[in-house]
């Protein structure tokens, strides 16, 4: 018991250190005015500058849309298409894109209609794909609520147009717009994903910024997977690294993404989503995430056996090794901390960390037990690899 106890905070403080030292170039490299590299520093001059096609879906309406659609259109890019696709007309997201495209020659909407085998935004992808011209050689997908960068689009498919890869991803950094927890732990949740994306052997394509070689797209038949699964980003990677095709993360290529007034419900059906897909996508992947999972706890183990220390409950050196796992676990906190432009202070960064390791495994064990998900009103029944077997719309 003793040896397992002291096994588990060891492996407990590895973990977050480990994720914090693989990933951190990467992270920074998307900081703004930082030094880009070779791929980023490519420049696109218009007669070397394949035709790209942005496919954006969408729905509601935020207080940042109009901004990060005017920003998706702001690219330095000088040969791209951006086609923005709702479900229909009356959606409160329709409006907002009228008044956005209303002076670009290289914007249009369309409306997809309702999906019935798919999960909504795969329907609108594959809409706005069949939308694209048959010139088009470089496909990207994002998304509808991150701020671009005006190099965003350039450094995206940098890779690609050098022939150095064919398929890349960005990823995005949260800009809190508050200290509220929900609004900070959820910083913390997407900085480990964040993280994570530049370990090369772990990473994996996000939908809100990937691009690909059309051909490859096409030659792996990505329309038709995507046309009977609930999830675009996870189910491409896992097709596509089955046959031997891996993601390059582009660092630069890293959106930011203003939240304020974040709930607890809102995180936790966000972060259940991520583990949700992962589950149904790479069902291997996702049961060896339990051991991940415990060594999650080893924060509040290490605080029990303080408390029982200090009360007599507990042998000596459990309460050692528990004062020594906090103190050490603090310091890898402040390490996460420098990887944020923001000023928060300590004593809402540390609990804001603690929240996103129990908000991760009280995610990791609601994906046990089910195979249902919930996502914009529409519930999805899915059975392994991501197909979707019944839609549920509410009345």
């Avoid at 671009?148 to 450094?155: K, Y």
């Avoid at 990791?364 to 197909?387: C, H, M, P, Q």
Wanted: with cysteine.
């Amino acid at each position: 018991m003793g040896i397992f106890f002291l096994l588990s905070l060891t492996l407990g403080l590895l973990l977050p250190y480990g994720i914090y030292f693989l990933g951190k170039a990467h992270v920074r490299g998307g900081f703004a005015g930082q030094v880009r590299s070779t791929d980023a520093a490519t420049r696109n001059p218009s007669h070397c500058a394949p035709s790209v096609g942005v496919i954006i879906p969408l729905t509601g309406n935020t207080p940042v849309m109009k901004a990060c659609l005017e920003s998706l259109l702001d690219q330095s890019y000088p040969n791209y298409e951006a086609i923005f696709v709702t479900c229909n007309s009356n959606d409160p997201a329709v409006q907002i894109v009228s008044r956005v495209i209303q002076t670009k020659r290289n914007a249009r909407h369309i409306v997809s209609g309702a999906a019935s085998r798919c999960s909504q935004k795969n329907h609108n992808l594959l809409a706005g794909l069949a939308a694209l011209d048959s010139s088009i050689e470089i496909l990207v997908f994002c998304d509808s609520t991150h701020w671009a960068p005006q190099r965003f689009l350039a450094d995206l498919v940098s890779p690609i147009v050098s022939g150095k890869a064919v398929m890349t991803t960005g990823f995005h950094r949260v800009v809190p717009g508050d200290c509220r927890l929900p609004t900070l732990g959820m910083l913390v949740s997407v900085m480990a994903i964040h993280l994570m994306q530049g370990i090369e052997s772990i990473t994996q394509p996000w939908g809100g910024a990937t691009a690909i070689s059309r051909r490859i797209f096409e030659e792996n038949r990505i329309s038709a997977l995507w046309g009977a699964n609930l999830v675009d980003d996870v189910s491409m990677g896992t097709r596509l690294a089955k046959a031997g095709i891996r993601v390059r993360p582009v660092s630069s290529a890293c959106l930011l993404t203003p939240i304020g007034g974040v709930t607890f419900r809102a995180w936790y059906g966000w972060l259940k989503r991520q583990l949700f897909f992962l589950k149904v996508c790479q069902p291997a992947t996702w049961a060896a995430s339990a051991i991940v999972a415990h060594l999650l706890c080893a924060p509040f183990l290490a605080g029990l056996a303080c408390a029982a220390g200090i009360m007599g409950f507990a042998p000596k050196y459990m309460t050692v090794a528990g004062c020594a796992f906090l103190a050490a676990f603090l310091a890898i906190s402040m390490k996460w901390r420098t990887l944020i432009h923001e000023d928060i202070p300590i004593w809402r960064w540390i609990p804001a960390v603690l929240a996103a390791n129990f908000m991760a495994v009280l995610c990791y064990a609601g994906t046990w037990f089910s195979n249902l998900l919930s996502w914009r009103g529409i519930s999805y029944r899915v059975t392994w690899g991501g197909k979707v077997k019944e839609i549920i719309r509410k009345s």
